[in-house]
């Protein structure tokens, strides 16, 4: 019987690997092939890869015919070849990087894409290689879907992705380095419930803010996807000011008239804050919310300023849905960049 190659199409997206950086590097592979070649592009070009074309092919592990390396995944058709490498916690090998290096300086259109844990690019690597780390890729998947695709398949992939790098690479008890495979499954568990207690939503606050400290709550649309958290916060008018604490488990699709939803004055919150809830439509599907009840956890001073740039260096929002950070973070970060 005829061996099938590693090719991520031939790869059940629940994975084959034990290792941790081979999960999340598979997993990211089969994101960009449900996104297809407009998102393979678009990604690699804004990680520094000027493609030529599309019509690409996506593969993990596969060996190449210029070294001794096996790169962690393969992007490539007939006219280019984009070999990752992807690290979590082990530093990036020099025998390994240079058996990778002949990778591209004998092939055409070849690029070398590091993937790794670091704030910085590594000094390890110099000018030929490309860098990023798990950040900036989860922000940049994140933004295709905002900007580029309307596809629920997608979105939900991305989403995902999120949880598997909470678990793997963001979480505290990674940080001070226990090895996490699918074998240990009690540590496993462990990882989920801490990142969970140790996690805090960003999200904007052009009225949240004001609702929060007023009535005790953060209302939005119906079935938003949020990562389990312990706390909540808002930037609003460049700055993060308040940190809240989340109180019980989100009320998913829930009337606010209902006694179960703690609104403190709500009799006030109905008159002026919430337009969009009709309330003389009974039952109707604009008057169903997700209801977080919070409690103010601090107040910074100072502020935490946000010092987010686009890509033309002028200031822009730090969060357009949601972003996540954690607890000893926000209560130590002096701008947003330090979350």
Not at 224 to 229: D, E, N, S, T, V
Request: glycine share 4%; net charge neutral.
């Amino acid at each position: 019987m005829k061996q099938f190659n590693l090719c991520i199409p031939n790869l059940p997206i629940f994975g084959r690997y034990k290792k941790a950086e081979d999960i999340v590097t598979t997993a990211l592979m089969h994101i960009l092939q449900r996104g297809g070649d407009k998102m393979v592009h678009w990604f690699l070009t804004e990680l520094g890869a000027d493609l030529p074309d599309f019509g690409v092919q996506i593969y993990t592990q596969k060996k190449t015919p210029y070294s001794n390396s096996i790169p962690d995944a393969t992007i490539c058709n007939v006219s280019f070849n984009v070999y990752i490498e992807s690290k979590i916690t082990a530093p990036i090998e020099n025998n390994q990087l240079i058996e990778h290096r002949k990778n591209i300086n004998l092939s055409q259109n070849s690029f070398l894409l590091y993937i790794t844990n670091d704030k910085t690019r590594p000094a390890i690597l110099d000018g030929l290689e490309l860098w990023t780390n798990w950040n900036i890729v989860l922000d940049l998947l994140k933004t295709f879907c905002c900007s580029f695709a309307e596809d629920a398949v997608l979105e939900y992939l991305v989403n995902e992705f999120e949880k598997l790098l909470q678990l793997f690479i963001f979480s505290k008890s990674k940080k001070r380095g226990k090895k996490v495979t699918r074998d240990n499954e009690e540590e496993l568990d462990k990882l989920i419930l801490e990142a969970a207690e140790e996690r805090v939503i960003i999200v904007g606050g052009h009225w949240g803010e004001a609702v929060a400290l007023k009535h005790l709550c953060y209302v939005c649309q119906p079935d938003r996807f949020f990562l389990p958290a312990r706390y909540l916060t808002f930037c609003h008018q460049n700055r993060i000011k308040y940190l809240f604490k989340i109180v019980n488990t989100p009320i998913e699709s829930v009337d606010l008239e209902e006694s179960r939803v703690d609104i403190s004055n709500k009799t006030e919150y109905f008159k002026v804050t919430d337009p969009t809830y009709v309330i003389t439509q009974k039952g109707a599907n604009n008057r169903l919310r997700k209801f977080f009840k919070l409690e103010l956890e601090k107040e910074f001073s100072p502020v935490i300023e946000n010092d987010a740039t686009n890509s033309n260096g002028k200031r822009c929002a730090f969060t357009q849905k949601q972003r996540y950070t954690t607890y000893d973070k926000i209560t130590n970060a002096k701008k947003t960049s330090d979350l």
